[in-house]
């Protein structure tokens, strides 16, 4: 007795089913073989960079030159104002000592007041009765940096800074200051308690007032491969 097989409707499906099943399983596998030959690629080939972000101000030239008091005493009169322009050996204020003499502070340089002390101020003689901006000179940038990662700087670094293009470190300080230290010569436009100046030689000229705007910098350590980073970072596990 010879028996028929009959296909039915439901065979059918189920075979269309596995087919499916087989092309999105190949398909996902394709897909995972891109995604590793990807990652493989970018591992060997790509590039990380180990930046140090630090923030600052703008320096025409050697930075803000400041006038100092010649002898202790008191701030009798102040003759000039903040954005006025100076030169060497303009009278820029008068200073009362204890025996109520007076002697008249001048100008060491041109350029552009950017404070002054003000009238009735006591001042130790080498005291700041001004500051001035030369105006003239290179552009610089003055970074502050934290104690964390200022080993890993040295001069020659590549620097991205804000609004200024790109430049160079060029000096690294060897100790912390404070902002109090800075205050006189920066008032309260850089805070660095505890933290280190990095001077930065950009490679664009200065323009009139860039001294002491805020700027924050991204200061290129190393650039290196995903793959060497992560057997760098596996050794020290």
Avoid: H, N
């Avoid at 591992?43 to 703008?58: H, M, P």
């Avoid at 050996?89 to 502070?105: I, K, M, N």
């Amino acid at each position: 007795m010879t028996t028929t097989a009959v296909e039915t409707s439901g065979g059918e499906r189920i075979d269309e089913l596995v087919s499916t099943v087989r092309t999105k399983a190949w398909l996902a596998a394709v897909a995972l073989i891109l995604v590793a030959g990807c990652g493989a690629g970018w591992a060997w080939l790509g590039q990380v960079r180990d930046v140090v972000f630090a923030s600052g101000v703008l320096v025409t030239g050697t930075g803000p030159v400041p006038v100092a008091a010649p002898v202790s005493g008191s701030l009798a009169e102040v003759f000039v104002t903040a954005g006025q322009e100076v030169t060497a050996g303009t009278p820029l204020a008068v200073l009362s000592d204890a025996q109520g003499a007076r002697r008249v502070v001048t100008g060491t340089s041109s350029g552009r007041v950017i404070r002054t002390a003000a009238p009735g101020t006591a001042l130790a003689a080498g005291a700041v009765v001004a500051v001035v901006d030369p105006g003239t000179g290179p552009l610089r940038a003055v970074l502050t940096v934290g104690p964390e990662r200022i080993g890993s700087l040295t001069e020659g670094q590549t620097v991205a800074v804000t609004g200024a293009g790109t430049g160079k470190v060029s000096a690294v300080d060897a100790y912390p200051t404070s902002t109090d230290r800075l205050r006189p010569l920066y008032g309260d436009t850089l805070k660095a308690d505890g933290r280190y100046l990095v001077t930065v030689d950009l490679d664009r000229p200065a323009w009139p007032g860039a001294t002491l705007t805020p700027v924050a910098g991204e200061i290129t350590v190393a650039v290196v491969r995903p793959v060497d980073a992560l057997f760098k970072e596996a050794g020290r596990g």
